[in-house]
Protein backbone atom coordinates (compact mmCIF):
# COMPACT_ATOMS: atom_id res chain seq x y z
CA UNK A 1 0.00 0.00 0.00
CA UNK A 2 2.96 2.36 0.80
CA UNK A 3 4.30 1.49 -2.71
CA UNK A 4 1.15 1.94 -4.49
CA UNK A 5 0.16 5.54 -2.27
CA UNK A 6 3.74 6.49 -3.77
CA UNK A 7 2.78 5.68 -7.06
CA UNK A 8 -0.49 7.42 -6.98
CA UNK A 9 1.23 10.96 -5.82
CA UNK A 10 3.79 10.52 -8.22
CA UNK A 11 1.00 9.98 -11.06
CA UNK A 12 -0.91 12.81 -10.09
CA UNK A 13 1.62 15.17 -9.88
CA UNK A 14 2.50 14.18 -13.00
CA UNK A 15 -1.00 14.78 -14.13
CA UNK A 16 -0.57 18.21 -12.88
CA UNK A 17 2.74 19.49 -14.17
CA UNK A 18 1.75 18.34 -17.32
CA UNK A 19 -1.31 20.64 -17.46
CA UNK A 20 -0.33 24.64 -19.60
CA UNK A 21 -1.28 26.80 -16.36
CA UNK A 22 1.88 24.78 -14.47
CA UNK A 23 4.67 25.71 -17.02
CA UNK A 24 6.40 29.71 -16.87
CA UNK A 25 5.86 29.09 -20.83
CA UNK A 26 3.68 28.66 -24.33
CA UNK A 27 2.24 24.82 -24.29
CA UNK A 28 2.40 22.17 -21.52
CA UNK A 29 5.69 20.15 -19.82
CA UNK A 30 6.57 17.22 -21.77
CA UNK A 31 5.50 13.97 -20.31
CA UNK A 32 9.25 12.69 -19.20
CA UNK A 33 9.90 15.84 -17.94
CA UNK A 34 6.68 16.35 -15.84
CA UNK A 35 7.24 12.70 -14.55
CA UNK A 36 10.85 13.57 -13.49
CA UNK A 37 9.86 16.35 -11.81
CA UNK A 38 7.19 15.01 -9.82
CA UNK A 39 8.65 11.67 -8.81
CA UNK A 40 12.17 13.37 -7.73
CA UNK A 41 9.02 15.74 -5.74
CA UNK A 42 7.28 13.00 -4.07
CA UNK A 43 10.52 11.31 -3.59
CA UNK A 44 12.41 14.20 -1.64
CA UNK A 45 15.41 13.96 -4.14
CA UNK A 46 15.57 17.66 -5.89
CA UNK A 47 17.30 16.25 -9.31
CA UNK A 48 16.16 18.36 -12.23
CA UNK A 49 15.92 17.75 -15.82
CA UNK A 50 14.55 21.37 -16.13
CA UNK A 51 15.50 25.04 -14.41
CA UNK A 52 12.92 24.85 -11.77
CA UNK A 53 12.54 29.06 -11.58
CA UNK A 54 12.82 29.55 -15.22
CA UNK A 55 10.70 26.65 -16.81
CA UNK A 56 7.79 26.19 -13.86
CA UNK A 57 5.02 29.03 -13.39
CA UNK A 58 4.12 29.79 -9.47
CA UNK A 59 1.87 27.29 -10.40
CA UNK A 60 4.04 24.44 -10.96
CA UNK A 61 6.44 25.92 -8.27
CA UNK A 62 3.52 25.54 -5.74
CA UNK A 63 2.56 21.78 -7.41
CA UNK A 64 6.06 20.68 -6.17
CA UNK A 65 6.37 22.22 -3.11
CA UNK A 66 3.01 20.16 -2.23
CA UNK A 67 4.39 17.21 -3.37
CA UNK A 68 7.47 17.75 -1.53
CA UNK A 69 5.33 17.76 1.70
CA UNK A 70 3.66 14.94 0.76
CA UNK A 71 6.81 13.24 0.20
CA UNK A 72 7.92 14.30 3.83
CA UNK A 73 5.08 12.90 5.54
CA UNK A 74 4.94 9.82 3.61
CA UNK A 75 1.91 9.08 2.05
CA UNK A 76 0.53 6.81 4.50
CA UNK A 77 1.34 9.78 7.51
CA UNK A 78 -0.71 12.00 5.62
CA UNK A 79 -4.17 9.62 4.72
CA UNK A 80 -3.89 8.80 8.53
CA UNK A 81 -4.16 12.20 8.94
CA UNK A 82 -6.98 13.29 6.95
CA UNK A 83 -8.72 9.88 8.42
CA UNK A 84 -8.16 11.94 11.93
CA UNK A 85 -9.17 15.03 10.56
CA UNK A 86 -12.56 13.75 9.38
CA UNK A 87 -13.89 11.05 11.89
CA UNK A 88 -11.43 11.94 15.04
CA UNK A 89 -10.96 7.91 14.58
CA UNK A 90 -8.25 5.56 13.43
CA UNK A 91 -8.99 1.77 12.83
CA UNK A 92 -6.49 -1.14 13.35
CA UNK A 93 -6.00 -1.45 9.36
CA UNK A 94 -5.28 2.02 8.82
CA UNK A 95 -2.72 2.49 12.21
CA UNK A 96 -1.13 -0.84 11.22
CA UNK A 97 0.01 0.75 7.41
CA UNK A 98 0.86 4.28 9.88
CA UNK A 99 2.97 2.25 12.13
CA UNK A 100 4.79 0.60 8.30
CA UNK A 101 5.49 4.44 7.12
CA UNK A 102 6.43 5.90 10.73
CA UNK A 103 8.58 2.93 12.08
CA UNK A 104 6.51 3.21 15.23
CA UNK A 105 7.24 -0.15 17.27
CA UNK A 106 3.69 -0.33 18.98
CA UNK A 107 -0.02 0.69 17.75
CA UNK A 108 -0.70 2.01 20.68
CA UNK A 109 1.34 5.68 19.89
CA UNK A 110 0.34 5.74 16.15
CA UNK A 111 -2.58 8.41 16.98
CA UNK A 112 0.48 10.62 18.62
CA UNK A 113 2.96 9.66 16.04
CA UNK A 114 1.29 10.63 12.62
CA UNK A 115 -0.02 14.16 14.57
CA UNK A 116 3.31 14.84 16.07
CA UNK A 117 4.77 14.12 12.64
CA UNK A 118 2.80 16.68 11.34
CA UNK A 119 3.11 19.38 14.34
CA UNK A 120 7.07 18.61 14.26
CA UNK A 121 7.70 19.48 10.71
CA UNK A 122 5.02 22.29 10.46
CA UNK A 123 6.79 24.02 13.42
CA UNK A 124 10.63 23.59 12.11
CA UNK A 125 9.15 24.59 8.62
CA UNK A 126 7.70 27.63 10.18
CA UNK A 127 10.99 28.78 12.08
CA UNK A 128 13.04 27.93 9.12
CA UNK A 129 11.03 30.16 6.79
CA UNK A 130 10.60 32.94 9.75
CA UNK A 131 14.42 33.17 9.58
CA UNK A 132 14.46 32.82 5.76
CA UNK A 133 12.28 35.41 4.65
CA UNK A 134 13.29 37.93 7.05
CA UNK A 135 17.04 37.69 5.35
CA UNK A 136 15.77 37.63 1.93
CA UNK A 137 13.81 40.91 2.43
CA UNK A 138 16.15 43.01 4.69
CA UNK A 139 19.68 41.84 3.19
CA UNK A 140 18.55 41.21 -0.73
CA UNK A 141 15.66 43.64 -1.16
CA UNK A 142 13.31 40.98 -2.22
CA UNK A 143 9.27 42.16 -1.73
CA UNK A 144 7.98 40.71 0.93
CA UNK A 145 5.65 38.39 -0.81
CA UNK A 146 8.27 37.27 -2.91
CA UNK A 147 10.62 36.89 0.15
CA UNK A 148 7.94 34.88 1.90
CA UNK A 149 7.29 32.56 -0.63
CA UNK A 150 11.24 32.04 -0.87
CA UNK A 151 11.19 31.75 2.63
CA UNK A 152 8.40 29.21 2.52
CA UNK A 153 9.72 27.36 -0.42
CA UNK A 154 13.33 26.55 1.11
CA UNK A 155 12.22 25.60 4.40
CA UNK A 156 10.06 22.78 3.08
CA UNK A 157 12.60 22.07 0.58
CA UNK A 158 15.28 21.85 3.30
CA UNK A 159 13.29 19.92 6.62
CA UNK A 160 12.59 17.85 3.97
CA UNK A 161 15.53 16.95 2.22
CA UNK A 162 14.70 17.66 -1.35
CA UNK A 163 17.22 20.11 -2.36
CA UNK A 164 14.99 22.01 -5.10
CA UNK A 165 15.63 25.93 -4.94
CA UNK A 166 14.10 28.66 -7.00
CA UNK A 167 17.54 29.64 -7.69
CA UNK A 168 18.57 28.48 -11.38
CA UNK A 169 22.12 28.33 -9.09
CA UNK A 170 21.07 26.75 -6.55
CA UNK A 171 22.64 28.36 -3.13
CA UNK A 172 25.78 29.46 -5.02
CA UNK A 173 24.73 33.23 -4.59
CA UNK A 174 24.53 32.96 -1.04
CA UNK A 175 27.34 30.76 -0.21
CA UNK A 176 28.77 32.98 2.45
CA UNK A 177 25.65 33.96 4.15
CA UNK A 178 25.48 32.25 7.19
CA UNK A 179 21.72 33.55 7.74
CA UNK A 180 20.72 31.78 4.39
CA UNK A 181 23.50 28.72 4.32
CA UNK A 182 23.24 27.91 8.36
CA UNK A 183 19.20 27.68 8.78
CA UNK A 184 18.96 25.65 5.91
CA UNK A 185 21.47 23.59 6.66
CA UNK A 186 20.25 23.01 10.48
CA UNK A 187 16.69 22.27 8.72
CA UNK A 188 18.24 19.40 6.65
CA UNK A 189 20.12 17.64 9.43
CA UNK A 190 16.62 18.21 11.97
CA UNK A 191 14.68 16.09 9.25
CA UNK A 192 17.53 13.75 8.23
CA UNK A 193 17.48 12.64 12.41
CA UNK A 194 14.43 11.08 11.71
CA UNK A 195 10.89 11.34 13.88
CA UNK A 196 11.39 9.03 16.69
CA UNK A 197 14.69 10.82 17.07
CA UNK A 198 13.20 14.07 17.47
CA UNK A 199 10.61 12.89 19.85
CA UNK A 200 12.87 11.13 22.40
CA UNK A 201 14.77 13.92 22.38
CA UNK A 202 11.90 16.46 22.91
CA UNK A 203 11.30 14.86 25.51
CA UNK A 204 14.62 13.28 27.41
CA UNK A 205 17.32 15.76 25.31
CA UNK A 206 19.17 16.33 28.80
CA UNK A 207 18.83 12.51 30.01
CA UNK A 208 21.43 11.00 26.92
CA UNK A 209 22.07 8.24 29.19
CA UNK A 210 18.05 7.36 29.05
CA UNK A 211 18.39 7.34 25.32
CA UNK A 212 16.82 4.10 23.07
CA UNK A 213 19.65 2.69 21.30
CA UNK A 214 18.28 3.87 18.19
CA UNK A 215 18.53 7.45 19.22
CA UNK A 216 21.91 6.89 20.38
CA UNK A 217 23.20 5.21 17.22
CA UNK A 218 21.55 8.13 15.22
CA UNK A 219 23.33 10.79 17.41
CA UNK A 220 26.39 9.88 17.36
CA UNK A 221 26.65 8.48 13.87
CA UNK A 222 25.15 11.22 12.04
CA UNK A 223 27.81 13.96 14.38
CA UNK A 224 30.34 11.38 12.99
CA UNK A 225 29.66 11.40 9.38
CA UNK A 226 28.33 15.34 9.61
CA UNK A 227 32.10 16.11 11.07
CA UNK A 228 34.04 13.96 9.32
CA UNK A 229 32.14 14.36 5.65
CA UNK A 230 32.38 18.58 6.51
CA UNK A 231 36.46 18.30 7.06
CA UNK A 232 37.26 15.94 4.25
CA UNK A 233 35.46 18.31 1.49
CA UNK A 234 36.61 21.54 3.33
CA UNK A 235 40.22 19.90 3.11
CA UNK A 236 40.14 18.34 -0.63
CA UNK A 237 38.50 21.85 -1.76
CA UNK A 238 40.45 24.53 -0.09
CA UNK A 239 42.96 25.71 -2.67
CA UNK A 240 40.50 24.44 -5.56
CA UNK A 241 39.99 27.76 -8.15
CA UNK A 242 36.31 26.48 -9.11
CA UNK A 243 35.01 25.84 -5.51
CA UNK A 244 36.40 27.12 -2.21
CA UNK A 245 39.64 28.67 -3.85
CA UNK A 246 38.40 32.39 -3.99
CA UNK A 247 36.57 32.63 -0.84
CA UNK A 248 38.01 34.30 2.64
CA UNK A 249 38.88 32.16 5.54
CA UNK A 250 34.68 32.50 6.86
CA UNK A 251 33.50 31.77 3.99
CA UNK A 252 35.65 28.12 2.94
CA UNK A 253 34.39 26.74 6.77
CA UNK A 254 30.60 27.80 5.89
CA UNK A 255 30.98 26.69 2.73
CA UNK A 256 32.55 23.14 3.47
CA UNK A 257 30.36 22.95 6.32
CA UNK A 258 27.42 23.27 3.92
CA UNK A 259 28.31 21.13 1.12
CA UNK A 260 29.06 18.30 3.78
CA UNK A 261 25.34 18.92 5.30
CA UNK A 262 24.23 18.46 2.07
CA UNK A 263 25.02 14.97 1.14
CA UNK A 264 22.65 13.90 3.96
CA UNK A 265 20.30 13.75 0.87
CA UNK A 266 19.40 17.32 0.68
CA UNK A 267 20.82 18.09 -2.50
CA UNK A 268 21.48 22.05 -2.17
CA UNK A 269 24.57 23.37 -2.98
CA UNK A 270 26.46 26.64 -2.11
CA UNK A 271 29.72 25.45 -4.62
CA UNK A 272 29.78 24.17 -8.36
CA UNK A 273 29.02 20.98 -7.77
CA UNK A 274 30.77 20.02 -11.82
CA UNK A 275 33.69 22.10 -10.44
CA UNK A 276 34.42 19.70 -7.83
CA UNK A 277 37.53 17.36 -7.12
CA UNK A 278 36.91 13.92 -7.85
CA UNK A 279 37.98 12.84 -4.57
CA UNK A 280 35.40 15.03 -3.18
CA UNK A 281 32.81 13.48 -5.89
CA UNK A 282 33.94 9.49 -4.41
CA UNK A 283 34.16 11.03 -0.65
CA UNK A 284 30.33 12.52 -1.69
CA UNK A 285 29.09 9.51 -3.10
CA UNK A 286 30.03 7.39 0.47
CA UNK A 287 27.98 10.47 2.34
CA UNK A 288 24.87 9.99 0.00
CA UNK A 289 25.15 6.29 0.00
CA UNK A 290 25.06 6.43 4.01
CA UNK A 291 22.42 9.20 4.21
CA UNK A 292 20.45 10.16 7.31
CA UNK A 293 18.31 7.87 9.85
CA UNK A 294 15.22 5.91 9.19
CA UNK A 295 11.42 7.36 9.55
CA UNK A 296 12.84 10.79 8.89
CA UNK A 297 12.88 12.52 5.23
CA UNK A 298 16.72 11.26 4.13
CA UNK A 299 17.71 8.56 2.09
CA UNK A 300 20.12 6.74 1.58
CA UNK A 301 20.70 3.45 3.18
CA UNK A 302 20.48 5.10 6.29
CA UNK A 303 23.19 5.54 9.43
CA UNK A 304 21.74 2.89 11.61
CA UNK A 305 22.01 0.28 8.89
CA UNK A 306 25.45 1.17 8.27
CA UNK A 307 26.40 1.37 12.34
CA UNK A 308 24.96 -2.24 12.73
CA UNK A 309 27.08 -3.51 9.92
CA UNK A 310 30.21 -1.75 11.24
CA UNK A 311 29.65 -3.10 14.70
CA UNK A 312 28.62 -6.37 13.48
CA UNK A 313 32.17 -6.61 11.34
CA UNK A 314 33.45 -5.46 14.91
CA UNK A 315 32.70 -8.01 16.46
CA UNK A 316 33.62 -10.85 14.37
CA UNK A 317 36.98 -9.34 13.96
CA UNK A 318 36.96 -9.73 18.02
CA UNK A 319 36.21 -13.16 17.78
CA UNK A 320 32.72 -12.30 19.69
CA UNK A 321 29.96 -14.32 19.57
CA UNK A 322 27.52 -11.60 19.93
CA UNK A 323 27.05 -7.99 18.60
CA UNK A 324 26.81 -5.31 21.10
CA UNK A 325 26.25 -1.49 20.94
CA UNK A 326 26.14 0.65 23.47
CA UNK A 327 25.67 -2.04 25.85
CA UNK A 328 22.70 -3.78 24.07
CA UNK A 329 22.76 -7.14 22.28
CA UNK A 330 21.76 -7.06 18.69
CA UNK A 331 19.22 -9.30 17.31
CA UNK A 332 20.60 -11.59 14.56
CA UNK A 333 17.71 -10.54 12.26
CA UNK A 334 18.16 -6.92 12.64
CA UNK A 335 21.65 -8.28 11.32
CA UNK A 336 20.49 -9.53 7.96
CA UNK A 337 18.01 -6.68 7.50
CA UNK A 338 20.85 -4.56 7.46
CA UNK A 339 22.94 -6.81 4.92
CA UNK A 340 20.43 -7.34 2.60
CA UNK A 341 19.99 -3.72 2.44
CA UNK A 342 23.13 -2.38 1.82
CA UNK A 343 23.81 -5.79 -1.15
CA UNK A 344 20.47 -4.69 -2.71
CA UNK A 345 21.18 -0.88 -2.54
CA UNK A 346 25.25 -1.76 -4.02
CA UNK A 347 23.38 -3.57 -6.62
CA UNK A 348 20.77 -0.96 -7.45
CA UNK A 349 23.81 1.69 -7.85
CA UNK A 350 26.08 -0.59 -9.55
CA UNK A 351 23.50 -1.91 -12.46
CA UNK A 352 22.34 1.57 -13.04
CA UNK A 353 25.88 3.35 -13.10
CA UNK A 354 27.29 0.34 -15.61
CA UNK A 355 24.35 1.13 -17.86
CA UNK A 356 25.85 4.76 -17.87
CA UNK A 357 29.13 3.81 -18.68
CA UNK A 358 27.82 1.75 -21.19
CA UNK A 359 25.44 4.04 -23.03
CA UNK A 360 26.72 7.59 -22.48
CA UNK A 361 30.09 9.53 -23.10
CA UNK A 362 30.00 10.42 -19.86
CA UNK A 363 33.11 9.58 -17.07
CA UNK A 364 32.48 6.88 -14.40
CA UNK A 365 33.20 9.31 -11.53
CA UNK A 366 29.91 11.42 -12.98
CA UNK A 367 27.91 8.05 -13.38
CA UNK A 368 28.54 6.86 -10.45
CA UNK A 369 27.85 10.35 -8.67
CA UNK A 370 24.50 10.72 -10.94
CA UNK A 371 22.85 7.09 -9.63
CA UNK A 372 24.30 7.46 -6.43
CA UNK A 373 22.77 11.03 -5.87
CA UNK A 374 19.23 9.64 -7.82
CA UNK A 375 19.13 6.16 -5.30
CA UNK A 376 19.76 8.07 -1.88
CA UNK A 377 17.29 10.33 -2.87
CA UNK A 378 19.71 13.17 -2.67
CA UNK A 379 19.69 15.36 -5.64
CA UNK A 380 22.89 16.21 -5.14
CA UNK A 381 24.32 16.81 -9.64
CA UNK A 382 27.56 16.87 -11.93
CA UNK A 383 25.37 18.74 -14.56
CA UNK A 384 24.89 15.74 -16.76
CA UNK A 385 21.18 14.75 -15.53
CA UNK A 386 18.80 17.43 -18.20
CA UNK A 387 21.33 15.99 -21.21
CA UNK A 388 20.61 12.55 -20.50
CA UNK A 389 18.48 10.38 -23.17
CA UNK A 390 14.73 9.78 -21.95
CA UNK A 391 15.88 6.08 -21.10
CA UNK A 392 18.75 7.38 -18.87
CA UNK A 393 16.04 9.73 -17.43
CA UNK A 394 13.69 6.62 -16.70
CA UNK A 395 16.28 4.86 -15.75
CA UNK A 396 16.50 7.67 -12.83
CA UNK A 397 13.20 8.01 -11.81
CA UNK A 398 12.79 4.45 -11.13
CA UNK A 399 15.95 4.70 -8.47
CA UNK A 400 14.30 7.18 -6.67
CA UNK A 401 11.15 6.15 -6.61
CA UNK A 402 13.10 2.45 -5.50
CA UNK A 403 15.76 4.56 -2.85
CA UNK A 404 12.88 6.53 -1.10
CA UNK A 405 10.56 3.37 -0.66
CA UNK A 406 13.40 1.10 0.26
CA UNK A 407 15.07 -1.85 -0.87
CA UNK A 408 12.99 -4.18 1.96
CA UNK A 409 9.79 -2.31 0.99
CA UNK A 410 10.09 -2.84 -3.02
CA UNK A 411 11.19 -6.37 -2.63
CA UNK A 412 8.07 -6.57 -0.24
CA UNK A 413 5.66 -5.42 -2.36
CA UNK A 414 7.11 -7.18 -5.64
CA UNK A 415 6.82 -10.29 -3.78
CA UNK A 416 4.02 -12.75 -5.14
CA UNK A 417 4.14 -14.66 -1.76
CA UNK A 418 5.79 -15.52 1.37
CA UNK A 419 7.09 -18.76 1.93
CA UNK A 420 7.69 -20.29 5.26
CA UNK A 421 10.27 -23.23 5.55
CA UNK A 422 8.60 -25.85 7.69
CA UNK A 423 11.85 -28.08 8.14
CA UNK A 424 15.55 -26.73 8.85
CA UNK A 425 17.79 -28.66 6.53
CA UNK A 426 21.49 -29.75 7.71
CA UNK A 427 23.95 -27.72 8.70
CA UNK A 428 27.64 -27.57 6.61
CA UNK A 429 30.05 -24.23 6.49
CA UNK A 430 31.62 -23.37 3.52
CA UNK A 431 35.24 -22.28 3.38
CA UNK A 432 34.80 -18.06 3.54
CA UNK A 433 37.62 -15.44 1.92
Keep these: ?33 ALFTATSSVCVTGLIVVDT ?20 FGIMTFASLLVLLVSHRIGLKARLTAAAETKTLGLGDVRSVVTGVVKVSLLLEALTALVLSLRFATAYDEPWPRSVWLGVFHAVS ?10 SDSLTGFATDPWICLPIALAVIAGGLGFPVLFELRRRWSRPWSWSLHTKIVMWASGIFLVSGSAFITAIEWSNPGTLGPMDVPGKLLAGFFQGVMPRTAGFNSIDTSQMNPASWLGTDVLMFVGGASAGTAGGIKVTTFAVLFFVMYAEIRGEGAVNIFHRRLHGDLQRQALTVVLLSVAAVAVSTLAFVVFTDHSLDQSLFETTSAFATVGLSTGITAGLHPGL ?29 LYDLPEERPVIG
Design 53 to 72: PVYWSGFGQAVILGLIQVGG
Design 158 to 167: AFNNAGFALY
Design 393 to 421: QLLLIALMFIGRLGPITVASALALRARVR
Design 1 to 33: MVVVGFATAVAAGTGLLMLPVAKAGPGGAGAVD
